[in-house]
T-cell receptor, first 119, second 111 residues
Framework: GAVVSQHPSWVICKSGTSVKIECRSLDFQATTMFWYRQFPKQSLMLMATSNEGSKATYEQGVEKDKFLINHASLTLSTLTVTSAHPEDSSFYIC???????????????FGDGTRLSIL | GEDVEQSLFLSVREGDSSVINCTYTDSSSTYLYWYKQEPGAGLQLLTYIFSNMDMKQDQRLTVLLNKKDKHLSLRIADTQTGDSAIYFCAESIKGTYKYIFGTGTRLKVLA
């Protein structure tokens, strides 16, 4: 149980392109999902908290207009990197918070990440 | 501040025990977690401990928590080559659903 699917796993595109990444909770409903960014050999940096049916909450320093988040259903959140540039190249990971009664403190379950390379 | 520190690298021989350490500064955390990340993949939840516990054992994994020193450790018994990965501790921030992740420890198991 508690499977989170992230798609695509790898994207290579030209500078100026917008890229959409999907995060799906396959076997549970997630009112809260999270988007992280990870640089090589570094820890995860929380970008934003995605709440179903409402606006995402962004961490300080993360551009809302650059990283658009939509959590339209209880099983899907999307991150769109708009007008991507080489400095946006990174490993993006999503997680979904487990529902009540399925784990201590409702732990986060993670997708396998998306490697984004902007040329 | 809210910094979670881990040693960067640990190398052990197959069959030995591994101990990965984590120190944190936010004493109000309710749960602390250990996650495993294999190359190019997301994070896999390994185990957790509630903040009012001192120890938790789960098969080959033992978690120790010293709240006074804000120190958390993960012991892996009979370490196997498949255990080679990066291990992250994470603390949940009280009143939110957010985590603060540690800096990560790269475990290398030598055959």
């Amino acid at each position: 149980g508690a499977v989170v699917s992230q798609h695509p796993s790898w994207v290579i595109c030209k500078s100026g392109t917008s890229v959409k990444i999907e995060c799906r909770s396959l076997d549970f409903q997630a009112t809260t999902m999270f988007w992280y960014r990870q640089f090589p050999k570094q820890s995860l940096m929380l970008m934003a908290t995605s709440n179903e049916g409402s606006k995402a909450t962004y961490e300080q320093g993360v551009e809302k207009d650059k990283f658009l988040i939509n959590h339209a259903s209880l099983t899907l959140s999307t991150l769109t990197v708009t007008s991507a540039h080489p400095e946006d190249s990174s490993f993006y990971i999503c997680s979904a918070r487990a529902p009540l009664g399925t784990g201590p403190g409702q732990p986060q379950h993670f997708g396998d990440g998306t490697r984004l390379s902007i040329l | 501040g809210e910094d979670v520190e881990q040693s960067l690298f640990l190398s052990v021989r197959e069959g030995d025990s591994s101990v990965i350490n984590c120190t944190y500064t936010d004493s109000s955390s309710t749960y602390l977690y250990w996650y495993k990340q294999e190359p190019g993949a997301g994070l896999q939840l390994l185990t957790y401990i509630f903040s009012n516990m001192d120890m938790k054992q789960d098969q080959r994994l033992t978690v120790l928590l010293n709240k006074k020193d804000k120190h958390l450790s993960l012991r892996i018994a009979d370490t196997q080559t498949g255990d080679s990965a990066i291990y992250f501790c994470a603390e949940s921030i009280k009143g939110t659903y957010k985590y603060i992740f540690g800096t990560g420890t790269r475990l290398k198991v030598l055959a």
